[in-house]
């Protein structure tokens, strides 16, 4: 039986194959698909956050709910990470500047 790699061993490999790629250049996007692309994430991550109130709701609801249980803490605190993080999105989103380029294919409404 051939002697295996060990866990060391593979993430030491792992890192030096990481470390000799250069990331791909990412393509620059007008104003108008920046805006477009964060309302979206904003949108996911509005299901999220609906996902974790319904939990959160759902621990409240039950018989031996108490406010120091573990999961109940938990949920909470992951429900005010993701609003948190809205927030944030949102105040993002509110300092784009207006797109001035003529024919953007993404404008919702002239400037």
Do not use: W
């Given at each position: 039986?051939a002697?295996?790699?060990?866990?060391?061993?593979l993430?030491?490999?792992?890192?030096?194959?990481?470390?000799?790629?250069t990331?791909?250049?990412?393509?620059?996007?007008?104003?108008?698909?920046q805006?477009?692309?964060?309302?979206?994430?904003?949108?996911?991550?509005?299901?999220?956050?609906?996902c974790?109130?319904?939990?959160?709701?759902?621990?409240?609801?039950?018989?031996?709910?108490?406010?120091?249980?573990?999961?109940y803490?938990?949920?909470?605190?992951?429900?005010?990470?993701?609003?948190?993080?809205?927030?944030?999105?949102?105040?993002?989103?509110?300092?784009?500047?207006?797109?001035?380029?003529?024919?953007?294919?993404?404008?919702?409404?002239?400037?």
């Amino acid at each position: 039986m051939a002697n295996l790699p060990t866990d060391m061993e593979l993430e030491l490999a792992l890192s030096q194959r990481n470390s000799t790629r250069t990331p791909s250049p990412q393509p620059q996007l007008t104003p108008c698909e920046q805006l477009k692309y964060h309302k979206a994430q904003l949108a996911k991550m509005e299901t999220f956050r609906r996902c974790k109130q319904a939990c959160v709701d759902a621990l409240m609801m039950m018989p031996d709910h108490y406010p120091e249980e573990p999961f109940y803490v938990r949920a909470l605190t992951e429900l005010q990470d993701v609003e948190e993080t809205m927030a944030l999105a949102v105040s993002d989103i509110d300092s784009f500047e207006p797109c001035y380029i003529p024919g953007c294919p993404h404008h919702e409404k002239n400037p």
